[in-house]
Every structure is written in structure tokens, then in C-alpha cells.
């Protein structure tokens, strides 16, 4: 199996964040925080649209209907699994992070 070294993780943790920048139309005051459910979700639905825009390169490239190259083809679909991996390490740590607050005791 494949180990995701900590400077790649962040590496793609600062590129899907990127996309997720809050517009001062998105605030409604300037103490307002993100809220941390709509974080995840836009995460997710970029991780998401990675994968979706991969397969159809992919199948594209299958079929000779695409125009992308093998090396376009290939790079889309290390980005998304590199996205998706970032993303299961995030679901980790917050599985290992709630499992570690039930545990300790009152």
C-alpha cells in the first residue's frame, strides 16, 4: 500500500483550499468563521468532482472519443486519488479524534 507523506497531504489540503476561500459575500460579519460541516462538505464535493471529471477522461480516452492525452488522463486520475486520500486521512483523524474523547473519562 501506498503511504502519503505529510508535506503531499498538505500540499493538496492547500490546493482544495484554494477552491474554498470565503468571499466577503459569503460573511455576514468579519468575526464570522466558516462553519466547519460546510468546509467538509465543499471538500467533499470538490474531491467528488475530481473523480467525476477523471472517469470521464478516462473513458473518454478509452473509447477515442477524448481529446486528452495518456499523460492529461493519467495526471487526472493521480489528482483525484490524491484528493481522495487526503480526504480518508481527514476522516481518520476525526473518527480517531471523537474515539479518543469517548474514551476518556469524567
Do not use: H
Amino acid at each position: 500500500m501506498n503511504e502519503i507523506s505529510p508535506a503531499q497531504l498538505l500540499d493538496q489540503i492547500r490546493i482544495l483550499n484554494k477552491g474554498l476561500q470565503i468571499t466577503p459575500a459569503d460573511a455576514t460579519g468579519p468575526a464570522q468563521r466558516p462553519d466547519f460541516g460546510d468546509l467538509l462538505g465543499k471538500s467533499l464535493n470538490a474531491v467528488n468532482e475530481l473523480q467525476q471529471q477523471s472517469n470521464a477522461l478516462k473513458t473518454g480516452f478509452e473509447n477515442g472519443t477524448g481529446s486528452a492525452s495518456l499523460a492529461e488522463v493519467m495526471i487526472a486520475a493521480q489528482k483525484a486519488d490524491i484528493s481522495f486520500r487526503a480526504v480518508t486521512e481527514v476522516r481518520n483523524k476525526l473518527v480517531q479524534a471523537y474515539q479518543d474523547i469517548m474514551n476518556m473519562p469524567v
